[in-house]
T-cell receptor, first 115, second 110 residues
Framework: EAGVAQSPRYKIIEKRQSVAFWCNPI?????LYWYQQILGQGPKLLIQ????????DSQLPKDRFSAERLKGVDSTLKIQPAKLEDSAVYLC?????????????FGPGTRLTVL | LAKTTQPISMDSYEGQEVNITCSHN???????ITWYQQFPSQGPRFIIQ???TKVTNEVASLFIPADRKSSTLSLPRVSLSDTAVYYC???????????FGKGTRLHILP
């Protein structure tokens, strides 16, 4: 079974530029998550999709971050404009449902460096 | 969601059994306890989950006392490849988001 795919793996941009990350979840998984992980900290949930609807985006900085999940499969996370403090690893995960006890499968992440 | 507390870091030697304890004093009746493992430059990986007593799989064991206010992840005979960050999470058996803390940074020495 193919895992969660993310691209790119690494991205370096200057502040105020825009950037987009792509995620392809495990086939058939209804729930998709985007996390931000700053060095030395645990992952922080940014947004959770159930199929193509948003379940939770309470920690998403909506003035600069946006995310979509078209057709309930792939997802894109965008930052515009980027700030220095956005430097982090952005992790995508998927699960068969949004219930806590369902295992989340994580992708390798995208390491973003904002200069 | 119940808050969890776990040691920031631990060191152990190859071949030893490692026990990482997580405190969750405010755990609710329906909460499950889940542990994830994260290697450097990778996303977290599910290790084990339990509700009460003891759960064992091919990777680890999870011990949960009767009051469920704490839990212990046990890794038997660790190797250098078990060096990772281990996260303890507690959540309810319904649509609920997962909140990761800082985890326990386990360093295995040769």
């Amino acid at each position: 079974e193919a895992g969660v795919a993310q691209s790119p793996r690494y991205k370096i941009i200057e502040k105020r530029q825009s950037v987009a990350f792509w995620c392809n979840p495990i086939s058939g998984h209804a729930t998709l998550y985007w996390y931000q992980q700053i060095l030395g900290q645990g992952p922080k949930l940014l947004i959770q999709f159930q199929n193509n609807g948003v379940v939770d985006d309470s920690q998403l900085p909506k003035d600069r971050f946006s995310a979509e999940r078209l057709k309930g499969v792939d997802s894109t996370l965008k930052i515009q404009p980027a700030k220095l403090e956005d430097s982090a690893v952005y992790l995508c995960a998927s699960s068969s449902s949004g219930r806590f006890y369902n295992e989340q499968f994580f992708g390798p992440g995208t390491r973003l460096t904002v200069l | 969601l119940a808050k969890t507390t776990q040691p920031i870091s631990m060191d152990s030697y190859e071949g030893q059994e490692v026990n990482i304890t997580c405190s969750h004093n405010n755990i609710a009746t329906n909460d499950y306890i889940t542990w994830y493992q994260q290697f450097p430059s990778q996303g977290p990986r599910f290790i084990i989950q339990g509700y009460k007593t003891k759960v064992t799989n091919e990777v680890a064991s999870l011990f949960i006392p009767a009051d469920r206010k704490s839990s212990t992840l046990s890794l038997p005979r660790v190797s250098l490849s078990d060096t990772a960050v281990y996260y303890c999470l507690v959540g309810e058996n319904r649509d609920d988001k997962i909140i990761f803390g800082k985890g326990t940074r386990l360093h295995i020495l040769p």
